[in-house]
């Protein structure tokens, strides 16, 4: 879900919006598919199991055109309305024959102001945002949704009984969420353009694919693949660099926005460290930077990202992670062993690498301001974490 700080690309951003080259109450003609949309099927022929396994992933799923089966939260009737502190003020979620929108309401006002759902921002694993077209710019609608709860709530960082339909959503926001959105400017005008490619795709990490395919096709044969790049052979610190792109923070590139390149040095396209040094286990946490400073990391020369994870498939279950563990620590090692038996083992990820309260999503409701969890990648110990999960075990 998109976090409420808004970038200084979005301010950028901002700042044009009054320069565009739109008639007061005009509308751009608006792109309502992406571009690429099927661009990952050009991998399938030689790699159908990967790219089956991937379509299913949260990267994959990470943006969506908006349609009933990418959007998560319910439009029925008693399910599609949510209600703000102020009584007259409200917004109804609704599947139309053309889409979905969202309107917001102000009774008292006789007011309200309807956008079409265009885009849907997040797998829907946490939640989701959704964001619409504006003479091609991008605006994050005021309500999203949360899985936990399953339900609609106001957008991270929106203030419950106010209405607000004019958050922009900038490029770097976007390079994570999508794997190519470039944003077209001038001294004059600003947009998005209308070739873009929604979710990560295989090229976010493998680079263009297209002399690839070309090649392979014309020579079903050769078994070396040629004109691609494989993250497995890179560097361990090129590794990292790859998923740092979107996994070390919230920060501003110091080039072009969707100019890095897989295999090449981040720190040529990154602020230095000092001024990303956001170590929280978050949304927009660095993650990455957990890790680095990980004992398990700082002692082993090899471990990368790719040692616990395949990021060609979905993973969830604890038991497979805490098995990537136990390649490397001995059961006897854990102190908890003697006490808990050998089931605790089942679970090292919920004692060393815990959930922690977002510090940058805050979901604001009538009643209450609330956080979701991320899973901390500082793996570690963590005596007061450890003592809840044998309590839990000991009320099973």
Same mark, same amino acid.
């Given at each position: 879900?998109?976090?409420?700080?808004?970038?200084?690309?979005?301010?950028?951003?901002?700042?044009?919006?009054?320069?565009?080259?739109?008639?007061?109450?005009?509308?751009?003609?608006?792109?309502?598919?992406?571009?690429?949309?099927?661009?990952?099927?050009?991998?399938?022929?030689?790699?159908?199991?990967?790219?089956?396994?991937?379509?299913?992933?949260?990267?994959?799923?990470?943006?969506?055109?908006?349609?009933?089966?990418?959007?998560?939260?319910?439009?029925?009737?008693?399910?599609?309305?949510?209600?703000?502190?102020?009584?007259?003020?409200?917004?109804?979620?609704?599947?139309?024959?053309?889409?979905?929108?969202?309107?917001?309401?102000?009774?008292? #006002?006789?007011?309200?102001?309807?956008?079409?759902?265009?885009?849907?921002?997040?797998?829907?694993?946490?939640?989701? =945002?959704?964001? /619409?077209?504006?003479?091609?710019?991008?605006?994050?609608?005021?309500?999203?949704?949360?899985?936990?709860?399953?339900?609609?709530?106001?957008?991270?960082?929106?203030?419950?009984?106010?209405?607000?339909?004019?958050?922009?959503?900038?490029?770097?926001?976007?390079?994570?969420?999508?794997?190519?959105?470039?944003?077209?400017?001038?001294?004059?005008?600003?947009?998005? =353009?209308?070739? /873009?490619?929604?979710?990560?795709?295989?090229?976010?990490?493998?680079?263009?694919?297209?002399?690839?395919?070309?090649?392979?096709?014309?020579?079903?044969?050769?078994?070396?693949?040629?004109?691609?790049?494989?993250?497995?052979?890179?560097?361990?610190?090129?590794?990292?660099?790859?998923?740092?792109?979107? @996994?070390?923070?919230?920060?501003?590139?110091?080039?072009?926005?969707?100019?890095?390149?897989?295999?090449?040095?981040?720190?040529?396209?990154?602020?230095?460290?000092?001024?990303?040094?956001?170590?929280?286990?978050?949304?927009?946490?660095?993650?990455?930077?957990?890790?680095?400073? =990980?004992?398990?990391?700082?002692?082993?020369?090899?471990?990368?990202?790719?040692?616990? @994870?395949?990021?060609?498939?979905?993973?969830?279950?604890?038991?497979?992670?805490?098995?990537?563990?136990?390649?490397?620590?001995?059961?006897?090692?854990? #102190?908890?062993?003697?006490?808990?038996?050998?089931?605790?083992?089942?679970?090292?990820?919920?004692?060393?690498?815990?959930?922690?309260?977002?510090?940058?999503?805050?979901?604001?409701?009538?009643? #209450?301001?609330?956080?979701?969890?991320?899973?901390?990648?500082?793996?570690?110990?963590?005596?007061?974490?450890?003592?809840?999960?044998?309590? =839990?075990?000991?009320?099973?």
């Amino acid at each position: 879900m998109i976090a409420f700080n808004v970038p200084l690309l979005n301010v950028l951003i901002a700042l044009w919006l009054p320069f565009l080259e739109v008639g007061a109450g005009s509308e751009m003609e608006q792109p309502r598919q992406s571009f690429y949309s099927g661009s990952i099927q050009s991998c399938r022929p030689c790699h159908q199991k990967i790219v089956d396994t991937f379509a299913q992933s949260a990267h994959f799923k990470t943006s969506a055109d908006a349609n009933a089966e990418s959007i998560k939260g319910s439009f029925s009737e008693g399910h599609n309305i949510l209600r703000t502190r102020s009584e007259n003020t409200y917004f109804k979620m609704e599947s139309r024959e053309n889409g979905f929108y969202q309107t917001s309401v102000e009774s008292a #006002k006789n007011r309200s102001r309807t956008e079409r759902i265009d885009l849907v921002i997040g797998s829907g694993r946490k939640g989701q =945002s959704y964001l /619409y077209w504006k003479n091609g710019l991008l605006f994050q609608l005021p309500v999203s949704y949360l899985a936990g709860i399953n339900e609609w709530v106001n957008s991270p960082g929106y203030i419950d009984g106010q209405i607000n339909f004019e958050r922009v959503i900038g490029p770097r926001c976007l390079e994570c969420h999508s794997t190519d959105f470039k944003l077209e400017a001038d001294s004059r005008t600003a947009k998005y =353009s209308s070739k /873009y490619e929604l979710g990560i795709s295989c090229q976010k990490c493998h680079g263009l694919g297209n002399k690839h395919v070309e090649y392979h096709s014309s020579h079903p044969a050769e078994a070396t693949g040629k004109y691609i790049l494989n993250p497995a052979r890179f560097s361990r610190e090129r590794k990292l660099d790859n998923c740092a792109l979107c @996994h070390s923070g919230a920060w501003e590139p110091t080039n072009a926005p969707f100019s890095y390149r897989p295999g090449e040095r981040l720190d040529e396209y990154r602020p230095p460290e000092s001024d990303r040094n956001n170590l929280t286990a978050d949304v927009h946490g660095n993650q990455i930077g957990l890790l680095l400073r =990980s004992k398990c990391f700082r002692s082993s020369g090899e471990m990368s990202c790719s040692t616990c @994870h395949d990021v060609h498939q979905q993973e969830r279950d604890l038991i497979q992670f805490a098995a990537k563990c136990l390649q490397c620590h001995q059961v006897s090692h854990c #102190k908890m062993a003697g006490r808990v038996g050998i089931r605790l083992m089942n679970y090292c990820i919920e004692c060393h690498m815990p959930n922690q309260k977002s510090r940058l999503i805050k979901i604001n409701t009538p009643t #209450k301001q609330f956080s979701p969890d991320y899973r901390s990648h500082a793996i570690g110990i963590y005596p007061k974490v450890a003592e809840m999960v044998l309590q =839990s075990w000991r009320e099973k």
